[in-house]
């Protein structure tokens, strides 16, 4: 997902979205310390994914204020 698509979310959508990225993300480094995942840039990309919904949601809190 890109940042213009992450934009284009309704908060709620982007707060449930960004609730199953975490889950999603904590299950993979759990994965990941059993046995090792076939792409390990994989557990990168997640995490700035959620950090990129993450920055989205501050700045709409942001503005609401």
């Known amino acids: 997902m890109k940042k213009e698509e992450i934009k284009e979310l309704s908060t709620q959508d982007l707060k449930d979205r960004l609730e199953q990225a975490q889950k999603d993300y904590l299950q993979m480094k ?36």
């Open 30 to 65: 759990i994965n990941h310390a059993v046995s090792p995942v076939d792409n390990p840039a994989a557990i990168t990309r997640d995490r700035k994914m959620i950090a990129r919904m993450k920055t989205e949601l501050r700045q709409r809190e942001l503005n609401n204020k």
